[in-house]
């Protein structure tokens, strides 16, 4: 039996992928950052814009899904207005706050290369959370009726998910805002670099144990097909994409796509967590027949 999202198709793998980035080659690191004041707080804005419509978007998904899984009702005739209004309104945000100058000095050809990175960072990354954390109990644009355990797991996963992605994006920023305000030393700013990944990992480790104790390991594989650790490890990641559309420079980029991990990534129709062909995501992630991916 499956839970119908009806007209909600922005609650399923809702846009085809985009380009990957608009602006150009990230500047070399050792010189990108001391930005004057202006354009250093355009960047921030950036930063903050990109990561405001993700929470917002993620959270209408999360929110709508949980629903459902629990037997409840969903606005589904309102969500895609929703999304759309979280984009715009972060368009709006840098339209306003973020002069042409000001973006060119921070690496873009024009405003609207940042606008528009940004917002293709919004829809990225919300396919990419509700892929890796919903895929299982979806069939296209379906919501499959499942077990008390696997919705537990489902549950507690989104819940790991929406702690690690604010978590890391965090970490993330303060390095890359510290940079691009301060007069910082080559060798310095790698550092800052690492030791954000340090306190990401050391985060990621006491998130997948709390993880773990509401869906224990054998659980989360039976729902997932992958380990825990693999999966969070992705979605931190996204922080890593925020930081390669929105700040041009080269040390902090997105990671390559990779078919069959389970989380539908740039360039991707569908990751169902495998490369087999015949089961309506094929072994290079486009989508086959009228099936539309996990």
Known sequence: MYLTLGLMVWCWFPLHPRAVLAHGQGLPFAFWGNFPPAAARCQAVLAFTATRCANRVWKIHADCYNALLDG???PTSSIGDFVQRAHLDSLNIIDLLCTSPETQ????????EAQTDMNNFCYAVENALVSAVYGPVLDGSLVRLTDDRTRSCVEAMQRATTKFWRFAVGARLRALDHIARNDVAPSDKQ???????TTIERLGGRIQK???SVC????????YQHDAHDLLTLVGQRADCLAGAVYVQSAVLCPAPLCGNGMQEQGEQ???????????????????GPAQGR
């Open 191 to 197: 550092a800052l670099i690492d030791a954000s990944s």
């Open 105 to 112: 000095g921070l690496g873009f050809l024009l405003k609207y």
């Open 72 to 74: 409840k009702a969903c």
């Open 216 to 223: 224990p390991v054998s659980d989360f594989a039976s729902t």
């Open 210 to 212: 709390a993880l773990e």
């Open 270 to 288: 569908c990751d169902d967590g495998n490369v087999a062909d015949g089961d309506g995501c094929s072994s290079r992630c486009i989508v086959e």
